[in-house]
């Protein structure tokens, strides 16, 4: 991967930001703050999509979450419309923390927007690098996220939920997420081939 001292500097920011999250997370016996964990993770599962990705690419994914406890599901109606109200609000925020980290270490305006871009997942489905942050995000939550919600939810929202993941997904995803799915206890497993069955 290519690498620069700018772009370690970036990382490192970005993840000094992460660290400051009240909320923890497990993870291979350690616990860190929710936030860095994941941005991580995401860095981890995109390092396997896409071994040769670009640093726009590579920091946009890390910059994911980037200070998402900042603004909690709470502020926004529980509703389905209060949901994407809230995820709409939180793309563009962190979008914005991550322009502001990445012009304190001297990137240039056309590498921020792309990196911008990538966050709020613009042309999704026509851009190949956005689709492989979305891959990265549906791994991240089938390897750690989806054991938690399938003990908050009912089976059938998790299967939906399950559903519409796989979906978003390309087949290095796919692929990538069947060995996953290998490792996971038997009832999560089984919730998993009723979503693709």
Known sequence: MNSTPRFEQALAKIDAANSEDPHRAQFE?????????????????????????????????????????????????????????????????????????????????????????????????????????EDAACLVFLEGTFAQFAVQHDRAKIVDILKKTWRKMSPKGHQLAQNLVERLPADQQAMVRDALG
Do not use: N
């Not at 860095?43 to 726009?56: G, I, R, T, V």
């Open 29 to 133: 016996h350690q616990s860190l703050p929710e936030c860095l964990l994941y941005g991580q993770r995401m860095s981890h599962w995109l390092a396997q999509l896409e071994p040769s990705a670009s640093q726009a690419l590579r920091l946009a994914v890390r910059s994911q979450h980037l200070r998402r406890w900042s603004i909690p599901r709470s502020t926004y109606p529980m509703t389905r419309p209060g949901y994407h109200q809230w995820r709409t609000t939180l793309a563009r925020f962190h979008a914005d923390q991550a322009a502001d980290i990445l012009r304190s270490v001297g990137y240039d305006d056309p590498t921020i927007a792309r990196v911008q871009s990538l966050i709020r997942k613009e042309r999704l489905k026509a851009d190949p690098e956005a689709q492989a942050l």
